[in-house]
C-alpha cells in the first residue's frame, strides 16, 4: 500500500526559484480553479478566508486550485520579481498548524542549506494563540545565492492556512514588510475562527531513545474485528500527545516523513508525511483487537493495518510510504471516512 500525498512545500519552494523569472507588473489575475475573484478581496469558493489583493511590495498574480480541489493557492511577486509570496489553504488529513509548521521547516532545511532559523513565535488572531511563525532570515540555494524566507501556519477549522514571503537577503526588511501585510490583510468570514494547537512542544528525542523489536503478525482470527466494523458509528479518537520528540526523518524522492514520538515512551506515536498533512498513527489497543494496528489517514479516508503483536520501530514507519502490499505491514484490513478534527469512524 503506496501511502503518502502531494508535496505543498516542494511547489512553496520551487517558486522561490521560478516566479523571479515571469513576467511581473501584470495587473491581470489569472484564476484557474474553485476561487471567487470578485470583489475587494479573493476567497476559495470551499472556505470563506479571503486573501489581499496586495501585500508590501507585492502583488497577487495567480489563483489557483489543486486538481483534487485539496489545496488553494494565491502567488504574489514584487514588481521586479524577487520577492514573493504566497497563501496555501488546504484541507488535510491531520489538521494541526504545529505539525504543519514542523513539515515545512523540515523541507526547508532539507532544500536550503545554512538555514539559520529563528525561535519560532505564537502570535495571537482573534484572541487566540493560533498563529505559528518562523523567519529564516539566511539559506542558500543551489546557485550560492542567499534568501530571506518567513513561513505561518494556522488552523481554521477543518483547514490549514499557510503563509509564506520569500526574497534575496538583501532585502530581508521588506519580505519581513510583505509577510506582516499578508497576515494583516487575512480575513476569516463569520463563524470561522482560529484553533490553537493541541501539540505543546516538538523537540529532538535523546539519543538513549531505543527502537523496538521489527512487528509480527498476530495471527488474530478476524471474528473480532468483524464486530469493531461492524457498526458506522463506531468511533475511533486518535488524539495527539502534548509533548513530542522527533525520533528519525527521511527524505526521498521529494517526500519528506517524521516520525514522531510521546516524550519518554521510546516507540513511534505518530508518522508525518509531506506538509500535506497525511499521517500514520500507532495505535495500542481497539475494542475487539488483540494487538497494535496503525491507522494511515489520507485526505478525507482512513485505513486501518495490522494487528501487530508490538508496535514498529522508526525505520519500519519509514518503509511505508513506498512498501508492497506483500510487505511487513500487510494490506488494509478495514477502511473508514476521516475527519480533520482527529476522529475515524470505522
Given at each position: 500500500?503506496?501511502?503518502?500525498?502531494?508535496?505543498?512545500?516542494?511547489?512553496?519552494?520551487?517558486a522561490?526559484?521560478?516566479?523571479?523569472?515571469?513576467s511581473?507588473?501584470?495587473?491581470n489575475?489569472?484564476?484557474?480553479?474553485?476561487?471567487?475573484?470578485?470583489?475587494?478581496?479573493?476567497?476559495?469558493?470551499?472556505?470563506?478566508?479571503?486573501?489581499?489583493?496586495?501585500?508590501?511590495?507585492?502583488?497577487?498574480?495567480?489563483?489557483?486550485?489543486?486538481p483534487d480541489?485539496?489545496?488553494?493557492?494565491?502567488l504574489?511577486?514584487?514588481?521586479?520579481g524577487?520577492v514573493?509570496?504566497?497563501?496555501?489553504?488546504?484541507?488535510?488529513?491531520?489538521a494541526?498548524?504545529?505539525?504543519a509548521m514542523?513539515?515545512?521547516?523540515?523541507?526547508?532545511?532539507q532544500?536550503?542549506?545554512?538555514?539559520?532559523?529563528?525561535?519560532?513565535?505564537?502570535?495571537?488572531v482573534?484572541?487566540?494563540r493560533?498563529?505559528h511563525?518562523?523567519?529564516f532570515?539566511?539559506?542558500?540555494?543551489?546557485d550560492?545565492?542567499?534568501?530571506?524566507?518567513?513561513?505561518?501556519?494556522?488552523?481554521v477549522g477543518?483547514?490549514?492556512v499557510?503563509?509564506?514571503a520569500?526574497?534575496?537577503?538583501?532585502?530581508s526588511?521588506?519580505?519581513?514588510?510583505?509577510?506582516?501585510?499578508m497576515?494583516?490583510?487575512?480575513?476569516?468570514?463569520n463563524?470561522?475562527?482560529?484553533?490553537?494547537?493541541?501539540?505543546?512542544?516538538?523537540?529532538?528525542?535523546?539519543?538513549?531513545?531505543?527502537?523496538?523489536?521489527?512487528?509480527?503478525?498476530?495471527g488474530?482470527?478476524?471474528?473480532?474485528?468483524?464486530?469493531?466494523?461492524?457498526?458506522?458509528?463506531?468511533a475511533?479518537?486518535?488524539?495527539?500527545?502534548?509533548?513530542?520528540?522527533?525520533?528519525?526523518?527521511?527524505?526521498?524522492?521529494?517526500?519528506?516523513?517524521v516520525?514522531?514520538?510521546?516524550?519518554?515512551?521510546?516507540?513511534?506515536?505518530?508518522?508525518l508525511?509531506?506538509?500535506?498533512?497525511?499521517g500514520?498513527?500507532?495505535?495500542?489497543?481497539?475494542p475487539?483487537v488483540?494487538?497494535?494496528v496503525?491507522?494511515?489517514?489520507?485526505?478525507d479516508?482512513?485505513?486501518?493495518l495490522?494487528p501487530?503483536?508490538?508496535?514498529?520501530?522508526?525505520?519500519?514507519?519509514?518503509s511505508?510510504?513506498?512498501?508492497p502490499?506483500?510487505?511487513?505491514?500487510?494490506v488494509?484490513i478495514?477502511?473508514?471516512?476521516?475527519?480533520?478534527?482527529?476522529?475515524?469512524?470505522?
Open positions: 500500500m503506496r501511502i503518502g500525498r502531494h508535496f505543498l512545500t516542494s511547489m512553496l519552494l520551487a522561490a526559484h521560478t516566479v523571479a523569472a515571469q511581473a507588473g501584470a495587473q489575475v489569472e484564476v484557474s480553479g474553485a476561487w471567487d475573484n470578485a470583489g475587494k478581496a479573493p476567497r476559495p469558493t470551499a472556505i470563506d478566508v479571503a486573501v489581499p489583493r496586495s501585500a508590501g511590495s507585492m502583488n497577487l498574480f495567480k489563483l489557483q486550485t489543486s480541489d485539496f489545496a488553494h493557492h494565491a504574489y511577486q514584487s514588481a521586479d524577487m514573493v509570496g504566497s497563501f496555501y489553504i488546504y484541507r488535510p488529513a491531520i494541526d498548524a504545529s505539525y514542523l513539515m515545512t521547516t523540515t523541507a526547508i532545511n532544500v536550503f542549506t545554512g538555514a539559520v532559523a529563528e525561535p519560532e513565535q505564537l502570535v495571537t482573534a484572541g487566540v493560533a498563529f511563525r518562523r523567519t532570515p539566511r539559506a542558500t540555494r543551489k550560492g545565492s542567499r534568501i530571506t524566507t518567513i513561513v505561518g501556519t494556522m488552523r477543518e483547514w490549514i499557510k503563509l509564506r520569500t526574497g534575496p537577503e538583501a532585502r526588511g521588506e519580505v519581513n514588510d510583505a509577510f506582516g501585510a497576515m494583516s490583510g487575512l480575513r476569516l468570514g463563524g470561522l475562527e482560529p484553533a490553537a494547537s493541541v501539540i505543546d512542544s516538538i523537540s529532538q528525542c535523546p539519543q538513549s531513545a531505543r527502537l523496538p523489536d521489527p512487528v509480527a503478525a498476530t488474530a482470527e478476524p471474528g473480532p474485528l468483524k464486530l469493531l466494523f461492524a457498526k458506522a458509528e463506531t475511533v479518537p486518535v488524539t495527539s500527545p502534548r509533548k513530542l520528540c522527533m525520533m528519525a526523518t527521511e527524505w526521498a524522492s521529494g517526500m519528506v516523513s516520525v514522531l514520538s510521546e516524550e519518554g515512551l521510546g516507540r513511534p506515536t505518530v508518522m508525511m509531506n506538509d500535506s498533512g497525511d500514520v498513527m500507532v495505535v495500542p489497543a481497539l475487539g488483540h494487538g497494535w496503525l491507522i494511515t489517514a489520507i485526505g479516508k482512513a485505513y486501518m495490522g501487530y503483536d508490538r508496535a514498529p520501530g522508526a525505520a519500519q514507519m519509514l511505508l510510504p513506498t512498501m502490499d506483500d510487505g511487513w505491514a500487510g488494509p478495514a477502511s473508514a471516512a476521516n475527519t480533520a478534527q482527529g476522529e475515524v469512524e470505522f
